[in-house]
């Protein structure tokens, strides 16, 4: 087992084709999928082994299968890390980097907009156990020097945030984590590690949702936490063996193999991505552009220290409210209206009435999602091909009045 994954001297697009492969007896080209939830031993002697940790080979799949750590090697490759864990989920993923490492009394601080399922991770099911939290604006760098406590112990954030798109400033926040010894916690989904690479930039752990930009191709979910060797250790080893949120071999080798073009995608989606946010801008229908590769963003420098490129999602205000919005949806020929992102498709989702729905209207107004609020998630086609059907929806829905 390569479960280390050695300095790379390549770039990281060619780590994405080649990092992690471990070619079995057969000689195969391409990554193999090992469909199994066990493995047999040749002896008592080697299963003995095995169970006192003398014998690195896979017990269960629980614990951990080939394909899966292909997956894992080549993840944490890319990101930076000594270590990476797969799990069935982008969830299941931010749910481990949290409650594997607190305990009952600890203190979480964690910035205010933050994906739907995090927050009620943070502020409804960890408190069942006497985990504590509080929210603050991630934009503000002394909101998290003051909210820390004598047990805090997490620092959570996404940046980009979802759906408008409010950066953190992963280095300065990792610099006051560490001064009090806090675990700085990036879940870095809406970036993906073409457009940001969180643990060089000063996060300890950066979690995935493997579902959106690495798979890219809506067939399978999957989440990914990186970290450290020693976190992996004292931390998340016991939690995945004993809680069973496991990913997959099948969607381990699907995953795995959409990494080899990660790069190119990625990179192809952010370049249409600026494209469709500049006309948007000039849009007479559209009356505020949130984009972080804009000049216009009022984060746009934190963005140049940290982001790649922009990134693959718009968010923007339609000229009207929630009808205008919606007529606009609607009348959408080609982008297809669904809450995912990071796909090859195009995709466009109105926050207030889906993803940020049960939030009250004050907490969806603390965080700027009003009713004509649309977020737009760019994926591979012809960037003048979107601005088309976007000029045409836009338009038509002005019209109707
Ligand atoms: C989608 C998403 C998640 C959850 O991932 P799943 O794979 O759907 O469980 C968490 N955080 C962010 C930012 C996401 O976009």
């Not at 620092?155 to 400033?169: A, I, R």
Request: with cysteine; aromatic share 8%.
């Amino acid at each position: 087992m390569l479960e280390h994954p050695a300095p790379s001297p390549w770039s990281v697009q060619t780590q994405l084709v080649h990092d992690g492969l471990d070619r079995s007896d057969f000689g195969e080209t391409t990554e193999a999928l090992y469909l199994t939830s066990g493995y047999v031993y040749d002896s008592a002697e080697q299963a003995a082994d095995r169970f006192s940790g003398e014998d690195e080979g896979y017990i269960y799949s629980r614990y951990g299968n080939p394909t899966v750590s292909l997956f894992e090697r080549r993840l944490a490759a890319i990101e930076g890390t000594e270590r990476c864990a797969a799990l069935s989920s982008g969830m299941a993923a931010m749910y481990a980097a949290l409650a594997s490492q607190l305990r009952a009394g600890d203190h979480i601080v964690a910035s205010r907009a933050l994906f739907g399922s995090c927050l009620q991770v943070i502020t409804n099911l960890l408190p069942r156990y006497g985990i504590t939290y509080t929210l603050i604006d991630g934009a503000e760098l002394s909101a998290w020097s003051a909210a820390i406590q004598p047990q805090t112990r997490v620092f959570f954030c996404e940046t980009p945030s979802n759906p408008m798109l409010e950066l953190v400033d992963i280095g300065a926040v990792g610099e006051i984590a560490r001064s009090a010894g806090i675990c700085f916690v990036v879940d870095n989904a809406f970036a993906s590690p073409a457009v940001q690479r969180a643990a060089p930039l000063g996060a300890d752990v950066v979690t995935y949702s493997a579902t959106k930009h690495i798979d890219g191709q809506g067939r399978c979910l999957g989440g990914a936490i990186c970290c450290s060797e020693a976190f992996y250790q004292q931390h998340l080893q016991f939690y995945i063996r004993h809680t069973g949120p496991s990913l997959s071999p099948f969607n381990a080798w699907t995953l795995a193999k959409s990494l080899e073009t990660l790069d190119i995608r990625v990179t192809q989606m952010a370049r249409s991505a600026a494209n469709v946010a500049a006309f948007l801008t000039e849009h007479p229908a559209v009356e505020h552009v949130s984009y972080p590769g804009l000049a216009s963003h009022s984060q746009h420098a934190i963005a140049r220290r940290q982001m790649i490129n922009g990134g693959t999602l718009v968010s923007f205000q339609v000229r009207g409210g929630q009808n205008a919005a919606f007529r606009a949806l609607n009348a959408l020929g080609l982008i297809r209206i669904s809450n995912n992102l990071g796909d090859s498709k195009s995709m466009v989702t109105h926050p207030a009435t889906t993803t940020h729905r049960v939030l009250s209207d004050e907490q969806r107004w603390s965080v700027g999602i009003t009713n004509s609020l649309v977020r737009l998630s760019v994926g591979l086609e012809l960037d003048e091909d979107l601005m088309t059907d976007l000029d045409q929806a836009l338009n038509c829905a002005q019209g109707e009045g």
